[in-house]
């Protein structure tokens, strides 16, 4: 979906304030499957509370993972592009979690967004039950969503996304291989494997 500068504009003292999380911090780290030297990488753009974010999950991804993660074809890679305050925790919450569980997580709550991101409650108590379901206690539960550092390092990341890969709606693509094909939007397998194939003959 597109997406607003809202969630910038609302922190300015989060952005300038002494950081917290370190570059070396383990949460910050990759986070994809496939092989590392797939000869076409595929880095995803996306937020949580995004239903076209969801849809894709829903629709595309797991034609995807047996065609071409499994088969070596790529490495697809998720990068956090929070469009709000509650993605904005919620990729605090995954980032937060073992590497392993990660991909499970981000795919239990792009697959229940109505259980937890659109409730007539309390979204981030129920963002807590499922976090609970993959592991995190409350208390940590709470110091996460209490860390600033990593906060603002998760919107570094977005505003990089936007300023290297012109990323203008979630989701969106950068298929790297021989050439850099970039996508915005949900799209079929078809249209996926298309840049797939693009971007590896070059």
């Not at 504009?9 to 994809?32: F, H, S, T």
């Not at 709470?142 to 919107?155: N, P, Q, S, T």
């Amino acid at each position: 979906m597109p997406f607003s500068r809202r969630l910038i504009l609302a922190m300015p003292a989060l952005i300038a304030a002494p950081a917290l999380a370190q570059p070396a911090d383990p949460r910050l780290g990759e986070r994809g499957i496939g092989r590392p030297d797939a000869p076409v990488k595929v880095m995803e753009f996306f937020s949580l509370t995004c239903t076209h974010c969801a849809s894709f999950h829903k629709d595309t991804l797991p034609q995807v993972k047996r065609d071409l993660v499994e088969t070596g074809a790529i490495r697809l890679i998720w990068v956090d592009f929070p469009l709000d305050q509650l993605a904005l925790a919620a990729a605090c919450i995954a980032r937060t979690l073992p590497a392993e569980r990660y991909e499970g997580f981000i795919g239990a709550l792009l697959a229940n967004q109505d259980r937890w991101a659109f409730t007539r409650g309390d979204p981030r108590e129920e963002l807590a039950k499922m976090a609970a379901l993959a592991g995190l206690s409350r208390a940590k539960y709470d110091e996460v969503l209490a860390d600033d550092g990593l906060k603002r390092a998760i919107i570094e990341q977005r505003m990089t996304a936007e300023k290297q890969y012109n990323v203008s709606a979630t989701p969106s693509f950068a298929f790297q291989g021989r050439a850099t094909r970039n996508q915005s939007g949900n799209m079929s397998y078809d249209r996926f494997q298309q840049l797939v194939e693009e971007a590896r003959r070059g």
